[in-house]
């Protein structure tokens, strides 16, 4: 027997929300309703549902959030853990996703209510789209919880650091070379003590070497670079602002690295982020940040989608005989691409196979970016290849897939098809009016004839 399904859009604002319930064929069961963010409103909402399943004769209720940035955690977090009383799913829609979904819907008006609704819509019209949860505890709730924290307080350092760099261009230019990628933490410690060039003039060896990481030969140089610094800014708020600054950013440095201890020590730890740890490259922090982005990969039917949807693959433009601008297309979760990238990178070191496809295209004259950009797309297709077929990594299953697909293509001749399915109703003619490119490319093609050409013809 067929089990009728609802489906419960959420239109999420700051401290409430709206509300309305669809069936399966798009008819409204429930008008728009509003509950505040707070305990009463959450238990109101598990007493509407319930009745609302017997009213209607429901088998389930799907309920389904627009990802705000944060404001939809609080109903997603108490449906997750109480939502089994009433047989609900929990999903989340992309907000871009809902407006495009509109659009297509000739919809121009948007309120509250009709929010709620083109919500429900969205989750009837592209279930494909979102990733279904069912209600009750997660292990990878804990885990995401942690991880955005961390992320959070990388990014506030980041901040801070940037701030810190401004600064440090006045007080002390001479330092930012040892900025380029990130703070060390003998820096860091060396401005608590001396936060500018002029505070530094007065200092001796023995008073830098007494900061950790700084060796007589640094000091000296230290001491020199202080001497010779273009910078005589110096006052007692200038100081006090760059010890601050030095002395926050050391404290996070410090917090992040105590927090992915944490979490790698974790030992309930799911499935798909042991497989991920199996690829000489990606560590406990970096497979959780993955599976986060992911979220269910059964979302992709191919590891093409997945390279598109977070934007390793190459982008071009095509039109007519010109084909332009080849690069990564960077669309999509940037978070994804920062955590590929330093996979990549671990990749180089700890992965020989990794290893030996970026050599062979810098090889083929590849700048490192771009050859960077070829193996974090790679990467992404094997993680897609494990994560699917719930396998560790083996580097000879990938060895043997990219032996197949050369096969494949020489059997079919796959390179070369291209041009000859375009024209296999009419031969290739250089009497159209082309421009002077396209007729270059047609007596380069009429020059070496195939078989298919001579078949073509209406």
């Excluded at 800014?233 to 200038?238: F, K, M, P, Q, T």
């Excluded at 406990?284 to 997945?306: H, P, Q, T, V």
């Excluded at 955590?339 to 990178?345: E, G, S």
Aim: positive net charge; charged residues 25%; hydrophobic residues 35%.
């Amino acid at each position: 027997m067929f089990m009728k399904i609802g489906y419960l859009g959420i239109d999420v604002s700051k401290g409430y929300s709206d509300f309305m319930l669809v069936s399966s064929s798009r008819e409204v069961l429930e008008e728009a309703f509003q509950l505040s963010d707070n305990q009463q409103g959450h238990v109101t909402l598990l007493n509407l549902m319930k009745k609302f399943k017997a009213k209607h004769d429901l088998g389930g209720i799907n309920a389904v959030l627009e990802s705000t940035g944060g404001y939809e955690n609080n109903w997603h977090t108490y449906l997750k853990n109480e939502g089994h009383w009433a047989n609900v799913r929990i999903g989340r829609v992309n907000p871009y996703g809902v407006k495009h979904d509109s659009f297509a819907g000739m919809e121009r008006t948007t309120t509250d209510a009709t929010s709620a609704r083109r919500i429900a819509l969205y989750a009837i019209n592209h279930p494909e789209k979102i990733n279904w949860e069912e209600a009750g505890y997660d292990v990878m709730d804990s885990l995401r919880s942690m991880y955005n924290y961390i992320r959070t307080r990388v990014k506030q350092k980041v901040q801070l650091q940037n701030q810190l760099e401004k600064l440090l261009y006045t007080a002390f230019p001479e330092l930012l070379g040892y900025t380029q990628e990130q703070l060390p933490l003998w820096l860091l410690n060396l401005l608590q003590k001396f936060p500018t060039a002029a505070a530094m003039r007065d200092a001796r060896v023995e008073d830098l070497t007494l900061i950790k990481g700084i060796t007589a030969e640094k000091a000296a140089m230290l001491l020199r670079k202080a001497d010779q610094s273009i910078s005589w800014a110096d006052n007692v708020s200038l100081r006090e602002i760059i010890r601050g600054y030095a002395k926050d950013i050391a404290d996070l440095v410090r917090q992040v690295e105590d927090l992915k201890k944490s979490l790698e020590r974790q030992k309930e730890i799911p499935q798909g982020i042991q497989i991920l740890e199996s690829f000489q490259g990606i560590g406990r922090y970096s497979a959780i940040g993955i599976m986060i982005e992911i979220e269910d990969i059964n979302r992709f039917e191919s590891s093409k989608l997945i390279c598109s949807f977070f934007g390793v693959h190459p982008k071009f433009k095509q039109s007519g005989d010109k084909t332009a601008g080849i690069k990564m297309s960077k669309q999509g979760s940037s978070d994804m691409r920062a955590i590929l990238y330093m996979v990549a990178k671990s990749a180089l070191v700890y992965n020989p196979h990794i290893r030996k496809i970026y050599d062979r295209f810098k090889q083929q004259g590849m700048a490192h970016n771009q050859a960077m950009g070829v193996i974090m797309h790679k990467i992404l297709r094997i993680i897609y290849g494990m994560l699917k077929s719930k396998t560790r990594y083996i580097p000879e299953v990938d060895i043997e897939n990219q032996q197949r697909t050369i096969v494949e293509q020489k059997r079919t001749r796959k390179v070369q098809t291209d041009s000859k399915k375009k024209h296999r109703y009419q031969q290739i003619s250089t009497e159209a009016p082309v421009s002077k490119i396209e007729l270059k490319k047609r007596k380069e093609q009429l020059s070496s004839p195939s078989p298919l050409m001579d078949k073509c013809g209406v």
